[in-house]
């Protein structure tokens, strides 16, 4: 048996692509937090290549201290998710002391049933608040990705998997939405640094404005781009260009061709109505097809 020393991962996360968002959200999070995490799109160029049923044995077994499984009923249909559990089930039934830490730790979307897995089995709902979290979004009623990352971590810390109390590094700045009003009267929707708010005021390009009180907005960090509700009529958006890396040297002019595509869509969204949460971001990227460059703008528009 693998000791703790040995092993690759602190976690390794078994999601179904349904969910994808948000578990990437976890893992950004959890990675932030210095955690170990196997999350397949951390390691898209070290699986390029692998046969994936034996790559996803050792990952979902010896390789990590624990399995942290998001249970929905996309997981338990589909066939990678399958071969996940049923790794993470065998090594726990050969590998773990009953009286020790638990080996597969559940999140669950929903009530649906886990081959193998007795439903006696304590499990977190991602559907329940805990006291200090939010939903996630409005229109799917679970909680917030960094609340379930964070109950994960202080699991993982309880069973000396990772240190307790890693802070979150490299988050960037929180910014909140708010809706403002000028000295003429004039309202619109800003992005504001959270610690620049003080009492109902904010500066933005030298100017004071004055907080509506009624809509005082949402909260969202720049590495966590999930939809944020304003108000009813406005939610927050990825605007994303892929387009395909053919060699090193053509990376400059694919990743200019890459920005101007991504502000022409944001331009598009702000003519009517929307406002941009941050700068374009360029990524290069592996994927099945080759590598590719990857822009990223998020903006909030009316729906």
Same mark, same amino acid.
């Given at each position: 048996?693998?000791?703790?020393?040995?092993?690759?991962?602190d976690?390794? #996360?078994?999601?179904?692509?349904?969910?994808?968002?948000?578990?990437?959200?976890v893992?950004?999070?959890l990675?932030?937090?210095?955690v170990?995490v196997?999350?397949?799109?951390?390691?898209?160029?070290?699986?390029?290549?692998?046969?994936?049923?034996?790559?996803?044995?050792?990952?979902?077994?010896?390789q990590?201290?624990?399995?942290a499984a998001f249970?929905?009923?996309?997981?338990v249909?589909?066939?990678?998710?399958?071969h996940?559990?049923?790794?993470?089930?065998?090594?726990? #039934?050969?590998?773990?002391?009953r009286?020790?830490?638990?080996?597969?730790?559940?999140?669950?979307f929903?009530?649906t049933?886990?081959?193998?897995?007795?439903p006696?089995?304590?499990?977190?709902?991602?559907?329940?608040?805990r006291p200090g979290?939010l939903?996630?979004? !409005?229109?799917?009623a679970c909680?917030r990705?960094?609340?379930?990352?964070?109950? !994960?971590f202080?699991?993982?810390?309880?069973?000396?998997?990772?240190?307790?109390r890693?802070?979150?590094?490299?988050?960037?700045?929180t910014?909140?939405?708010?809706?403002?009003?000028?000295?003429?009267g004039q309202q619109s929707?800003?992005v504001?640094?959270?610690d620049?708010?003080e009492?109902g005021?904010?500066?933005?390009?030298?100017?004071?404005y004055?907080?509506?009180?009624?809509? !005082?907005?949402?909260l969202?960090?720049?590495r966590?781009?999930?939809p944020?509700?304003l108000r009813?009529?406005?939610?927050a958006?990825?605007?994303?260009?892929?387009a395909?890396l053919p060699d090193?040297?053509?990376e400059?002019?694919?990743v200019?061709?890459?920005?101007?595509?991504?502000?022409?869509?944001?331009?598009?969204?702000i003519?009517r109505g929307?406002?941009?949460?941050?700068?374009?971001?360029?990524r290069?990227?592996?994927?099945p097809?080759?590598?590719?460059?990857?822009g990223?703008?998020?903006?909030?528009r #009316?729906?």
């Amino acid at each position: 048996m693998t000791t703790d020393a040995e092993s690759r991962y602190d976690v390794a #996360l078994s999601f179904a692509g349904a969910q994808r968002v948000y578990v990437a959200l976890v893992a950004e999070r959890l990675r932030s937090r210095g955690v170990r995490v196997f999350y397949d799109e951390f390691y898209a160029t070290a699986m390029i290549g692998q046969e994936l049923i034996s790559y996803l044995q050792q990952v979902y077994s010896h390789q990590s201290k624990a399995v942290a499984a998001f249970i929905s009923a996309d997981w338990v249909q589909k066939p990678y998710t399958t071969h996940e559990r049923e790794t993470a089930l065998a090594y726990a #039934l050969l590998h773990t002391d009953r009286t020790a830490r638990p080996y597969l730790l559940p999140f669950r979307f929903d009530d649906t049933p886990v081959p193998g897995l007795q439903p006696t089995v304590a499990y977190h709902d991602l559907r329940t608040l805990r006291p200090g979290e939010l939903w996630w979004r !409005l229109d799917r009623a679970c909680k917030r990705p960094q609340d379930a990352a964070d109950f !994960l971590f202080q699991v993982l810390a309880d069973h000396g998997h990772v240190p307790p109390r890693q802070e979150p590094t490299d988050v960037g700045v929180t910014v909140r939405f708010v809706w403002v009003s000028d000295r003429e009267g004039q309202q619109s929707v800003e992005v504001v640094p959270a610690d620049a708010l003080e009492d109902g005021e904010c500066e933005i390009d030298g100017i004071r404005y004055l907080l509506v009180p009624e809509e !005082l907005g949402a909260l969202v960090a720049p590495r966590e781009p999930v939809p944020v509700f304003l108000r009813e009529d406005y939610q927050a958006h990825r605007q994303e260009v892929v387009a395909p890396l053919p060699d090193s040297a053509a990376e400059t002019a694919v990743v200019d061709r890459v920005r101007t595509k991504v502000r022409q869509l944001v331009d598009l969204d702000i003519a009517r109505g929307a406002v941009p949460i941050g700068p374009t971001f360029t990524r290069t990227l592996p994927t099945p097809h080759g590598l590719a460059v990857v822009g990223t703008c998020i903006v909030a528009r #009316l729906r």
